[in-house]
């Protein structure tokens, strides 16, 4: 039995899910859950997990996962995208963690609620605050190596780039963070996406 995905690829915890996937060569199945029209509310999908969230995978042996960083932690164990030395591997858990508790609360949740058509003045201004600081600290890191840890693409990368290239849809202006942009672009060739803000190459997302 393949690893089977359920996710919905307007998320991006969704996506680092596919993508890991996609780098390992790892074969798999993707199983469409429309989490905007509740299709991680129905019964079926609890029983898969209980709290009733994307992405989660049904491993090789039946056995049941969820929680994006846990997920993908889990799929590149013994991998290259998995530092072997101890420090550069703790780094890479450090921006993981970060990720999750500092970026993809602020950069995500405004991106979300402006899909949903919320005019920016129904917003709370302080998503916008917060999710410039965490660009900004990303800035300062990227304006001094090509990558988030160890100069070349771990696992980190591939979670913190998810929703730092779908910023510009929460409002998030990116033209302020060139590094970034740089380091989006350097990390969409590496996983062979097409670009996806058009600053960043010079032309129209796709």
Same mark, same amino acid.
């Given at each position: 039995?393949?690893?089977? +995905?359920?996710?919905?690829?307007?998320?991006?915890?969704?996506?680092? #899910?596919k !993508?890991?996937?996609? =780098?390992?060569? +790892?074969?798999?199945?993707?199983?469409?859950?429309?989490?905007?029209?509740?299709?991680?509310? /129905?019964?079926?999908? %609890?029983?898969?997990?209980?709290?009733? &969230?994307?992405?989660?995978? #049904?491993?090789?042996?039946? =056995?049941? $996962?969820? &929680?994006?960083?846990?997920?993908?932690?889990?799929?590149?164990?013994?991998?290259e995208?998995?530092?072997?030395?101890?420090?550069?591997?703790?780094?890479?858990?450090? !921006? $993981?963690? !970060?990720? &999750?508790?500092?970026?993809?609360?602020?950069?995500?949740?405004? %991106?979300?609620?402006?899909?949903?058509?919320?005019a920016?003045?129904?917003?709370?201004?302080?998503?916008?605050? %917060?999710?410039?600081?965490?660009?900004? %600290?990303?800035e300062?890191?990227?304006?001094?190596?090509?990558?988030?840890?160890?100069?070349? $693409?771990?696992l980190?990368?591939?979670?913190?780039?998810?929703y /730092?290239?779908?910023?510009?849809?929460?409002?998030?202006?990116?033209? &302020?963070?060139p590094? /970034?942009?740089?380091?989006?672009?350097?990390?969409?060739?590496?996983l062979?996406l097409?670009?996806?803000?058009?600053?960043?190459?010079?032309?129209?997302?796709?």
């Amino acid at each position: 039995m393949a690893l089977t +995905i359920y996710g919905d690829l307007i998320s991006g915890n969704c996506l680092k #899910v596919k !993508w890991t996937a996609d =780098r390992l060569g +790892i074969a798999y199945e993707w199983i469409p859950v429309d989490v905007g029209a509740g299709g991680a509310q /129905t019964a079926e999908f %609890r029983r898969l997990n209980s709290a009733a &969230q994307v992405p989660t995978v #049904v491993l090789e042996d039946g =056995r049941s $996962l969820a &929680q994006s960083a846990a997920i993908i932690i889990h799929l590149a164990e013994g991998s290259e995208l998995i530092p072997a030395d101890p420090y550069p591997r703790a780094k890479m858990f450090e !921006w $993981l963690f !970060w990720e &999750q508790y500092s970026h993809e609360p602020y950069i995500a949740v405004r %991106r979300w609620q402006k899909l949903q058509g919320k005019a920016d003045e129904a917003l709370d201004p302080n998503l916008l605050v %917060r999710g410039n600081a965490a660009l900004a %600290r990303m800035e300062s890191w990227l304006a001094g190596s090509p990558y988030l840890v160890d100069g070349k $693409l771990p696992l980190a990368d591939i979670a913190l780039v998810a929703y /730092t290239r779908m910023a510009h849809q929460g409002g998030f202006d990116l033209s &302020q963070f060139p590094a /970034t942009k740089a380091w989006i672009a350097r990390v969409e060739s590496e996983l062979g996406l097409a670009p996806l803000y058009p600053c960043c190459h010079g032309r129209a997302p796709v």
